[in-house]
Each structure stands twice: as structure tokens, then as C-alpha cells.
């Protein structure tokens, strides 16, 4: 049997912030599987940091452009007016799903142009399925193209901000519709029950997010303890105001302390005038192949959030065999073993990360032994190969009726 042909959807694709979801589509692709790659928006040039990057842009479906074209637009919807059941089905469901609100009821008739024009490249393509990341609005447009053109469609829910307002992002009417959905974590799966009925809960597989470990360095590190890193975006959710905080009780009793600090966002001025004094630099965004270089040089990865998923920067970190001090929230205890592969500190204890920082720093042996833990558990459990497998094996089994039971294989 061959393969569903599939594509894949997000707001943005590719960005340098979600190298996973390009880790999953390459992964799927060496499986055999075609994966016509669609992004809603056009992806900013600062997220254009490597070569990868820039290919995958290059062959994405732009949506939006694509719709701000009139002929494009009313082909497309002209054609779907054609099965007048599924047109109007999907424009009910447009209105009937929309936030509160003029604005909430505009935005879903917006997302409703653009499913149309979605429907009609996914038809054009031959694609077999549909798969979403990130549950919001680009969800809220595949959810809706899938009404009108009758091609199924699946979606991978992260977190934690879509259960902030599960409610705005209807995320039971998508969980309902969907043929499956793919969580990260347990914890992930348990937040999305929460709102779901119950009859669809069986439909709910764990699928972790995943690194290629052969791709970081697995040799033990030999440094002195004092190199610090985070990779991240520099928005308040990361945390890392706890992190400079931290450092700033450390660095006077810690000689040699100097941390690197890879990624951008709106925070990063403030960050950078808050870290005036200390041994911190800046870099920027950079490429896939820039952070796993910084990641071999690194002896501690620090990651303070307030709330994530499953980081997979920490993945990155622990198949790096580098150990992590990161915070005890959401779905990372099930990926970092406390005192095994890294430590984990409560969120906003600027104490208590200088605490654990300090610890490790002073024990390279046991920095050796959880860098060991760490690689061995990405090995297993978050090997972007294997999960794309389990994936596969989901797309595959719900196309031909047969779909498979359980949450993990």
C-alpha cells in the first residue's frame, strides 16, 4: 500500500523557533512520504538562518499571498460552491466556532477565505491528509478547509498557551473533527481532555517532538563547568530575567562564569540592558548547525520558563550530552529526570537556579554522568526517526480504517 500524500500546516514555516516541526516534515519525507509543506503567513527573514531554512521557504505554500490575489481567491471559492453541502457546512461551522464578538466573527469568515484557497491547493496537489501544528488559527484554517474539500485532517497539540483560552480556540470542536491528535507529552494529552468529550479521548496519541542525536556531538565535555547556555526566544515566557538574576549572585563567587545566550525577540533590549555588567553575550537567531556547535562547547544548558511543553532545546541539550538546569512545570519532568539527566528548580527561584548552577558547576562528575542519562533518554524516547515512524504508522493507519490502539506504539 502506498503511502498517504500529505501536507503539513502551520502559521509560519519554516522559523528558526520551531525547527521541530522541519525536523518531523524531513523525517517523514525519508519515510517515503510526500509532504506538501503550506504556511498562512509569509516567514520573516530573521528566521531565514541557514540553508535549511531557506530551502524549505523556498517550496512552502503561501496562503495568504496567495489569497490576496482576487482570481486566486474567487477560483477558489467558486469551485467549492460547486458542493454547495460542504461550502455551506464549512461557513456554519466558521460562524458557529468564532470567538465572541464582531471581531472574534470576523476573523473566522477570514480564516474561511483562506481555507478555500488552502482546499483548492491541497485538491490540486492530490494531498491525502491534512496535518496542523500549533492548535490556533492555522488550525482554525485547516479545520474549515478539510469541511469544505472532505480531505481529513490531524493536528499536533503543544502548549501551554492554547489551554490558557481553550474556549477562544474551540480546541473540543478540532479535537472532534480531527481524524486523530498528536500530543507531545502526557501532561499535554490530560490538559486537551480537560475540554474534550470523553467519546474521542482514544484518539489521543503521544507523539513526542524529537532531535536527530546523531546530529550533536556525543563526546563528554572536558570544561571547567563556567560555560553557560540558553537557546531561546526572548519573549517573558522563557524566563530569562530569573536567569540574569541568578547569575548576578553567581558570577562574584564564580570565576571564568560566561554565558551565551542564542535567539531574539521583542525582550531582547531590555534583557540586554539587565545583563550590563555580566559575563552574558547576545547572538541572536542562528542556524541549526550554529546551535549544535554551541551546544558541543557548552558545559550547562540553563532554561528558567514560566510555561513550555517539552522544550526540545533540551533534547538538543541532552543528545549533546550537556546536563540541563531547567524549571519543574508542564511535560518536562517527563522528558528531564530530576538529578538524573539534569535538575529541575521551581519557576521564577532566581535562588534556587543559582543554587543548582553553582552545584554543577563544582561536580564535573556528576555533569559527566547526567550528560550520559541525558543522550541515553533522547536516544529512546525522543528520536525524531522513531516518533516520525509512530507518526507515519498514524497517518497510514487511520487512512486505511485500521487506525492503531494506544497512546505510544
Not at 469544505?148 to 473533527?177: L, V
Not at 536516544?379 to 509512530?390: D, M, S
Amino acid at each position: 500500500m502506498s503511502l498517504p500524500k500529505l501536507a503539513y500546516l502551520t502559521g509560519e514555516y519554516p522559523r528558526a523557533s520551531d525547527t521541530f516541526i522541519q525536523r518531523e516534515v524531513a523525517a517523514l519525507r525519508a519515510l517515503g512520504h510526500e509532504v506538501e509543506t503550506c504556511s498562512i503567513r509569509t516567514t520573516g527573514a530573521e528566521h531565514l538562518v541557514g540553508p535549511e531554512q531557506r530551502a524549505e521557504h523556498a517550496r512552502t505554500y503561501k496562503v495568504l499571498d496567495a489569497a490576496r490575489n482576487p482570481l486566486t481567491l474567487l477560483r477558489a471559492h467558486l469551485r467549492w460552491m460547486r458542493q454547495p453541502g460542504r461550502y455551506l457546512g464549512a461557513l456554519k461551522l466558521a460562524w458557529r466556532t468564532a470567538p465572541k464578538g464582531v471581531k472574534g466573527r470576523l476573523y473566522n469568515l477570514i480564516y474561511f477565505l483562506e481555507a478555500g484557497v488552502l482546499a483548492a491547493h491541497l485538491a490540486d496537489q492530490g494531498v491525502d491528509h491534512l496535518h496542523n501544528h500549533i492548535a490556533k488559527a492555522s488550525c482554525t484554517v485547516a479545520m474549515l478547509a478539510s469541511e469544505m474539500s472532505g480531505i481529513p485532517y490531524s493536528f499536533t497539540i503543544h502548549g501551554p498557551d492554547i489551554f490558557f483560552e481553550p474556549h477562544h480556540w474551540r480546541i473540543d470542536e478540532k479535537a472532534a473533527r480531527a481524524t486523530f491528535v498528536a500530543c507531545i507529552s502526557e501532561y499535554c494529552r490530560s490538559q486537551l481532555m480537560c475540554f474534550a468529550d470523553q467519546a474521542h479521548w482514544d484518539r489521543f496519541h503521544i507523539v513526542h517532538c524529537g532531535v536527530d542525536p546523531d546530529r550533536y556531538s556525543p563526546a563528554p565535555h572536558a570544561g571547567e563547568g563556567t560555560h553557560l547556555l540558553f537557546v531561546g526566544r526572548l519573549a517573558g515566557v522563557k524566563g530569562v530575567p530569573i536567569l540574569v538574576e541568578a547569575l548576578r549572585r553567581l558570577a562574584p563567587d564564580t570565576p571564568g562564569l560566561r554565558v551565551t545566550i542564542i535567539g531574539d525577540g521583542p525582550d531582547r533590549a531590555a534583557l540586554e540592558a539587565q545583563a550590563q555588567g555580566l559575563p552574558v553575550t547576545f547572538t541572536g537567531y542562528q542556524s541549526q548547525s550554529e546551535v549544535a556547535e554551541a551546544l558541543s562547547t557548552a558545559d550547562l544548558f540553563v532554561l528558567p520558563s514560566f510555561a513550555e511543553g517539552v522544550p526540545v532545546v533540551l533534547m538538543e541539550a541532552m543528545a549533546s550530552h550537556v546536563p540541563v538546569i531547567t524549571t519543574r512545570i508542564a511535560g518536562v519532568p517527563e522528558l528531564v529526570a530530576q538529578g538524573t539527566s539534569g535538575l529541575l528548580v521551581a519557576p521564577g527561584d532566581a535562588e534556587g537556579l543559582r543554587d543548582a548552577i553553582k552545584a554543577l558547576t563544582q561536580d564535573p562528575l556528576r555533569r559527566r554522568r547526567m550528560g550520559l542519562e541525558g543522550r541515553a533518554k533522547v536516544e529512546t524516547e525522543f528520536n525524531i526517526t522513531r516518533e516520525a515512524g509512530w507518526l507515519s504508522t498514524l497517518f497510514s493507519g487511520y487512512a486505511t480504517g485500521t487506525p492503531p490502539r494506544g497512546k505510544r506504539p
